[in-house]
């Protein structure tokens, strides 16, 4: 009787430790998440390669696998480097193609994983509010010089080389869904007429057919037309549960002569590479929008500007949740590819010296730096962006002439 009592408790305890498991391990994986870079992400874009040369006749752009000429230009129906319109003279035929191709990548899961990878930049995303106040904020010296505490994409010079990467990588899904498709830009500070238009019949940015308006002030300004109405939103900062915008008249989108003004600064950047110190008048910072020139209205500046103009989910650290995310950092990489070509002799810094680990011109950029395969990468949200080994990106890989990289514009004018 007693050997039965005992062999009854143990089986008690086993079952109460195997409850308390599976409790714990529900828990866990209520606050896991897993961003599959390497499957779901990656699916559906081909790894076969038979270096297709340049130039070769082509139907589609299924025919051209040369990674840097991996598009079938319609005009001479050879493979060619993929071509970045400007999206006031896209044909309907096109924006229904771009517009269809982010709609399937919703529908796989795709885009959204491209939506949480840019808010976890910020590291008071990757760790959660409090536990980044006591090992960033409170610590000065730390938010400068520690990779824990970096910024992987804003507020500093990593800014340019890693939205040209994020943005490659997002153009490689449209392909895999559409090879036809690229990401347009929106030239809002070019002074071209219709531009900084929010007026459909003039702008067909903000047609039904295309990105839609405004967002509706009597439904929490929800978008609800055009081809992204009332999308749902899987990851957002800010409780926002579908696509917003609200546009802001009293912050105007950059003018052709701030553009201007910022092409003409020589000096890439200066050695205050992280944080709120950073107020040097450097072409990336001037271009990122953190500082402008005397007599700007702002701040915001430049960059920063567009995304308080529209407002809503572009103004969030999720701003990608609004596809007019792509448009407008194609037409900041645009505006990055005309300085390069005017100033041949600068590049990104720094090169050396004393810095932000994986802020040097030689290191790779997280994610694509392999430490999301590594076991002990562990922020408040345990994240698994493990991108293939062909993915790993060096910040100079970014700091070149971008038709190496197989893409131009249609104008590289500014």
């Keep these: 009787s007693a050997a039965r009592n005992t062999n009854t408790l143990s089986t008690r305890t086993a079952l109460t430790i195997m409850n308390l498991k599976q409790i714990l391990a529900l828990l866990l994986l209520l606050t896991v998440v897993y961003v599959g870079f390497s499957s779901a992400a990656y699916t559906g874009v081909s790894e076969d390669n038979d270096d297709t040369p340049c130039g070769t006749p082509c139907s589609s752009s299924r025919e051209c696998s040369n990674e840097q000429c991996s598009f079938c230009n319609p005009d001479t129906y050879t493979c060619s480097l993929r071509l970045r319109k400007n999206q006031m003279n896209m044909t309907r035929t096109e924006i229904d193609r771009f517009v269809g191709a982010i709609n399937r990548m919703k529908a796989l899961g795709i885009y959204d994983q491209f939506v949480l990878l840019h808010a976890i930049t910020y590291p008071e995303i990757r760790y959660g509010p409090v536990l980044h106040k006591l090992k960033c904020v409170d610590q000065a010296e730390k938010y400068r010089l520690s990779e824990d505490c970096l910024n992987w994409a804003h507020k ?3 800014f340019l080389p890693w939205h040209r990467q994020f943005l490659r990588e997002f153009e490689k899904q449209l392909a895999a869904i559409d090879p036809e498709v690229t990401v347009p830009y929106w030239g809002w500070g070019s002074g071209w007429p219709g531009q900084e238009s929010v007026d459909p019949q003039v702008n067909h940015l903000f047609a039904d057919y295309f990105m839609g308006g405004n967002g509706d002030p009597n439904h929490n300004f929800h978008v609800m037309n055009g081809s992204f109405a009332q999308w749902p939103l899987r990851y957002s900062t800010g409780l926002l549960s579908v696509l917003t915008r609200q546009f802001d008249g009293t912050v105007p989108l950059p003018s052709s002569e701030h553009v201007l003004a910022v092409l003409n600064t020589t000096m890439y950047d200066l050695p205050v590479w992280q944080g709120p110190d950073d107020k040097s008048f450097t072409f990336r910072n001037m271009l990122e929008g953190n500082v402008g020139l005397e ?4 701040p915001p ?4 500007r567009v995304h308080v103009n529209t407002g809503g989910c572009m103004n969030r650290d999720s701003s990608p949740n609004d596809p007019l995310f792509w448009l407008h950092h194609a037409e900041v990489d645009r505006l990055w590819a005309i300085w390069q070509k005017k100033n041949p002799g600068a590049t990104y810094v720094p090169v050396d010296g004393p810095a932000p680990p994986g802020t040097l011109r ?25 991108a293939p080994e062909s993915t790993r990106t060096r910040i100079s890989d970014m700091d070149v002439d971008i038709t190496t990289l197989g893409y131009r514009y249609d104008n590289m004018d500014p």
């Design 295 to 298: 007599g700007w209205i702002g």
């Design 301 to 304: 500046f430049m960059h920063n």
């Design 156 to 158: 500093g010079n990593l």
């Design 362 to 386: 030689h290191e790779y950029m997280a994610p694509w730096d392999g430490k999301f395969n590594t076991p002990d990468f562990h922020y408040w949200y345990r994240f698994q962006v493990a």
